[in-house]
């Protein structure tokens, strides 16, 4: 039990600092529900099918891959045409994604791989931002 507490509290903080980077308060409040729901369905996923310990009928990538089926109908509602003709909420939609397969790897205990995604995602986020910077300043 302590592991799995463990796991939500971790996914938690890490939807909770992607949707930060996002700037908007309920982008962060969105970016956690669905990191923590993807650990949970990763989670149940994983120990409803150790519980069973039926090989020829346990497939615990069923449940799992439902989170994937499910981001697709919630990132397609972030997508819209602004006034002017652009796209936007692509950035959104796609941290949403990534979001929710780290939440994934937390919940199916991929230690090392999460903390590798982590560190790549913020180490992009912090590259991004500070060429985003240097570029709107030659331009200037």
């Given at each position: 039990m302590g592991m799995i507490l463990f796991k939500l509290v971790l996914s938690t903080f890490v939807g909770l600092a992607i949707g930060l980077i996002h700037k908007d308060k309920n982008a962060s409040r969105v970016f956690t529900l669905i990191?923590?729901?993807?650990?949970?369905?990763?989670?149940?996923?994983?120990?409803?099918?150790?519980?069973?310990?039926?090989?020829?009928?346990?497939?615990?990538?069923?449940?799992?891959?439902?989170?994937?089926?499910?981001?697709g109908f919630i990132c397609a509602g972030f997508i819209w045409i602004s006034d002017n003709k652009k796209v936007k909420g692509l950035s959104q939609s796609a941290g949403l994604w990534y979001t929710a397969i780290i939440g994934m790897l937390i919940g199916a205990s991929l230690s090392s791989l999460t903390w590798a995604v982590l560190i790549f995602v913020f180490l992009f986020y912090i590259t991004t931002m500070n060429i985003a910077k240097i570029l709107k300043n030659l331009i200037k």
């Amino acid at each position: 039990m302590g592991m799995i507490l463990f796991k939500l509290v971790l996914s938690t903080f890490v939807g909770l600092a992607i949707g930060l980077i996002h700037k908007d308060k309920n982008a962060s409040r969105v970016f956690t529900l669905i990191c923590v729901g993807a650990t949970l369905a990763t989670i149940i996923s994983v120990e409803f099918f150790r519980l069973i310990d039926m090989p020829w009928h346990s497939d615990p990538a069923r449940i799992a891959a439902q989170i994937i089926s499910a981001l697709g109908f919630i990132c397609a509602g972030f997508i819209w045409i602004s006034d002017n003709k652009k796209v936007k909420g692509l950035s959104q939609s796609a941290g949403l994604w990534y979001t929710a397969i780290i939440g994934m790897l937390i919940g199916a205990s991929l230690s090392s791989l999460t903390w590798a995604v982590l560190i790549f995602v913020f180490l992009f986020y912090i590259t991004t931002m500070n060429i985003a910077k240097i570029l709107k300043n030659l331009i200037k």
